[in-house]
């Protein structure tokens, strides 16, 4: 976004209060809560929609997403009932139904989760409409993995005006498919379509993301044969019939990350309950590589910074087991405050460094290169995104007028007013609420200085 829109942007947020003042330098210290995973959640629920019996998801977080996927729900028919502070959803897809396309298409809004439901609905109702998706803007994220997926299945993909509407004219029979590239939505699409198609499927280069082994754990609650083979292999025989699952979400290990990120950079100390070891090993090697301590309980884990100097580190996102690319954006605000020239290579999103902009504007060194900066070239090397940065620490960063890119370039964003001297005001602060519940009640617990 050109600095004149950023500026419009502001002065049009500033009218409808959308945005936060933080006077930062403060070290956030305290305990926190993170419940369930977003990126798990809203998938779990559109899953429900091929369970002939109801269903119920606990430890779902209070995020916009969540009332997103909800109200979509909703539209097709679906009883929805959400507690959520007991963090529980009851989801009663027994008599579902076509949406309004209109109505689809307005509620979907900036959400990415339409796209899944192209299974579900095919096996429930024999055809899907499916909105012009949003989601944020990191990189071009086509759908043609999953458009190729689908076909293979025998589905029939018709572009529209608002959308696309599907159909499966002979039925949705098992294949063989290979993903060009372990996309993790890809993954799931294949998954929700595969449990219930006619014979087998194979799916190679599948993504294995612990919040996707957590879906397959749901499927297999509701009837799905799946097994997971070496080498990122899904074998999945179809049934005719799911019924409802009872589960309990695994944490949101990007809150986790992002929170523990924050606590680095402000030379703080927060215990974060809920999170999980077994799903973070990446991350607590590099959070200790740098210099920051944790302190891994059966309640939580506790990130801190233990004194001395900081170290700059070499750090390259991938797919799991590797550094995940929602970590990195939080994450490389802590890096602005080690000593040395820390590189960062981005190989999952072309575009997910704009958010540096704002950090430079706040007194970092962030300098962007087309090249592949890691140990290994990437998809991008050849197509001109600036996807490695060299960041040149420490620095001190200082409060300025902020605008919120996208999701985690949104706390990241909020990670920096919190560590800069001075005031900054950041706006369309109702963003993060997307994927972060009550951020402001924890910045709020955490000592930090807000309003
Ligand atoms: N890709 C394609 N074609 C496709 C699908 C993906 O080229 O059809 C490419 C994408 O452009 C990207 C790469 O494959 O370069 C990986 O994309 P993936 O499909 O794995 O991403 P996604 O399913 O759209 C989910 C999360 C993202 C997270 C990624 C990677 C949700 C709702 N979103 O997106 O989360 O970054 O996986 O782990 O689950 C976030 O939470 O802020 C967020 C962006």
Redesign the pocket.
């Known amino acids: 976004m050109s600095e004149n829109r950023v500026v419009d942007e502001m002065e049009h947020l500033e009218k409808l209060g959308d945005y936060l003042v933080v006077r930062g330098n403060k070290a956030l210290n305290g305990e926190i809560t993170v419940r369930g995973a977003?990126?798990f959640v809203?998938?779990c629920m559109v899953a429900a929609l091929l369970g002939k019996t109801p269903s119920v998801l606990k430890n779902v977080p209070d995020i916009r997403?969540v009332q997103v996927v909800s109200d979509l729900l909703r539209l097709h028919g679906c009883k929805v009932d959400y507690a959520p502070k007991e963090g529980i959803i009851h989801i009663d897809a027994t008599n579902i139904s076509h949406g309004e396309v209109a109505d689809v298409s307005t509620l979907a809004g900036s959400s990415?989760?339409p796209i899944l439901f192209c299974g579900p609905l095919l096996h429930r109702l024999g055809e899907a409409f499916i909105p012009s998706l949003g989601?944020?803007d990191?990189?071009?994220?086509?759908?043609?993995?999953?458009?190729d997926a689908l076909r293979k299945f025998g589905a029939v993909i018709a572009k529209e005006k608002n959308g696309i509407h599907i159909t499966a004219p002979t039925g949705l029979k098992g294949t063989k498919i290979r993903l060009?590239?372990?996309?993790?939505?890809?993954t799931?699409q294949v998954l929700l379509t595969a449990v219930c198609a006619s014979g087998k499927t194979e799916l190679s280069n599948a993504?294995v993301?612990p919040?996707i082994l957590n879906e397959i754990d749901v499927l297999q609650k509701m009837g799905a044969l799946i097994t997971i083979d070496t080498d990122r292999v899904i074998h999945i025989e179809g049934v005719s019939d799911m019924k409802g699952f009872a589960h309990t979400a695994l944490t949101d290990r990007?809150e986790v990350a992002s929170w523990a990120s924050a606590a680095l950079s402000t030379y703080g100390d927060i215990f974060i309950s809920g999170a999980k070891q077994s799903h973070m090993t990446t991350f607590l090697n590099v959070f200790r590589k740098v210099g920051g301590e944790f302190d891994i309980r059966d309640e939580g884990i506790r990130f801190y910074y233990p004194g001395g100097k900081l170290r700059s580190i070499p750090l390259e996102t991938d797919?799991h087991p590797g550094f995940?690319?929602?970590w990195q954006q939080p994450f490389a605000v802590a890096l602005t405050q080690v000593h040395g020239l820390s590189i960062v290579h981005e190989t999952?999103?072309?575009q997910r460094f704009d958010f540096t902009k704002a950090l430079c504007r706040m007194g970092a060194s962030i300098q962007l290169y087309k090249e592949c900066l890691g140990s290994r070239t990437c998809?991008f090397e050849e197509r001109n995104f600036r996807h490695s940065a060299v960041i040149a620490g420490p620095t001190k960063l200082h409060g300025a007028n902020i605008l919120v890119p996208?999701?985690?370039g949104g706390f990241s964003h909020i990670v920096a007013a919190v560590t800069a001297v001075g005031e900054s005001k950041v706006y369309g602060i109702s963003l993060i609420n997307r994927?972060y519940e009550s951020f402001t009640e924890k910045l709020l617990a955490l000592g930090a200085d807000i309003g």
């Open positions: 977003k990126n809203s998938k997403d990415r989760i989601g944020c990191i990189g071009g994220r086509p759908i043609d993995f999953h458009f060009p590239y372990p996309s993790v939505g890809a799931e993504a993301e919040e990007i797919v995940m690319t929602d999952v999103y072309e998809r996208d999701l985690r994927g």
